[in-house]
């Protein structure tokens, strides 16, 4: 039999809380190399349908985490024409198979996996490189903007929030995160106010030229770069990354290729694994250190992620069994 766990069903499973130990187990899996995460290909479908172009781009992002009962793949489909459509522009679903038999075990509705596990990304890296109480800026208005300020909230003592987004998203980002926050939360007009006096500033855009001015950020900050990965899409101008004492990356050598870092010349060898910062072999130096975090998302969290909703779903009862 094969659980089938809607949108719904995952909701019903996931806890920021118990999500983030998930996470940060997994980073310090893939820190050791005690994983496998083969490289995720990508093609353009859709070609023939409406004309000769492609009309988006699939992907298959497979990784196991060595002992765990199953390994995932999650399937991948990126339209930019489905906001015409009223529909989400990325989709995703994850497959979960049983390692020791191969038998399938799980399909899963993968949407907010994948952004649940990112926004777990911006909370750790917050809660072991930030100061509390934390005043958090957000650049973005959308889905991750959301979850990377609940998920800082899980992680840290969050005292403030201020979104900055050039559309008018921002007052709605900034009201739907007021009523569900304990801190308050605002929406404001410019880059400078969303980042100044900020602990913690998270860029969640999809952005082709950087979002804020490396002028802007304080002494001390945390910038967390959750949007660009690709060579062509970029949110740090140099000013940031020049003015960082140390760049952690999530995925060192797929981060050095993203627009933030090789647009200034900054290479694999000199990124810090964010998994060292978990082992305590790296982090914060001083008070006064801006620190960068660059993420591009690994399939190994993705694993991770869906074993556990999915081991919550067998708990609870949670789903539907098929047969295949």
């Not at 958090?136 to 005292?159: E, F, M, N, S």
């Not at 970029?234 to 797929?254: Q, Y």
């Amino acid at each position: 039999m094969v659980r089938i766990l809607s949108d719904a069903d995952v909701a019903a499973c996931l806890d920021v809380d118990e999500l983030l130990p998930v996470v940060r187990s997994a980073f310090v899996s893939q820190g050791r190399g005690e994983v496998e995460r083969p490289d995720r290909p990508h093609f353009p479908v859709g070609a023939g349908i409406a004309g000769d172009e492609p009309l988006g781009t699939g992907l298959a992002m497979p990784a196991y985490v060595h002992g765990a009962d199953h390994y995932a793949t999650k399937l991948v489909g990126v339209h930019e024409g489905n906001a015409a459509r009223g529909l989400p522009t990325v989709n995703a679903q994850v497959v979960l198979t049983d390692a020791e038999t191969g038998q399938p075990a799980a399909f899963l509705a993968g949407n907010r996996i994948t952004n649940a596990r990112t926004g777990c990304i911006g909370g750790l890296a917050a809660a072991e490189l930030a100061d509390a109480p934390v005043t958090l800026g957000v650049i973005g208005a959308g889905t991750q903007a959301r979850w990377q300020a609940r998920c800082i909230a899980a992680a840290t003592d969050l005292a403030a929030v201020r979104v900055y987004s050039p559309s008018d998203s921002k007052q709605a980002c900034a009201e739907d995160l007021d009523a569900e926050l304990q801190a308050p939360v605002k929406a404001v007009e410019t880059p400078r106010e969303a980042v100044a006096g900020a602990a913690v500033v998270v860029t969640a855009t999809t952005s082709t030229t950087p979002v804020l001015d490396g002028e802007d950020v304080d002494d001390g900050t945390l910038v967390v770069a959750i949007g660009a990965y690709t060579p062509e899409m970029r949110e740090l101008d140099a000013t940031t990354v020049e003015r960082a004492a140390r760049v952690f990356a999530d995925v060192p050598d797929e981060a050095a290729d993203v627009g933030d870092l090789r647009e200034v010349g900054v290479a694999e060898a000199d990124l810090v694994p964010l998994s060292a910062v978990f082992e305590e072999h790296a982090g914060r130096e001083s008070d006064y250190e801006i620190l960068v975090v660059e993420s591009v998302g690994s399939a190994v969290l993705d694993a991770a992620a869906s074993e556990h909703v999915f081991e919550r779903a067998r708990a609870t009862g949670t789903g539907t069994d098929v047969s295949l």
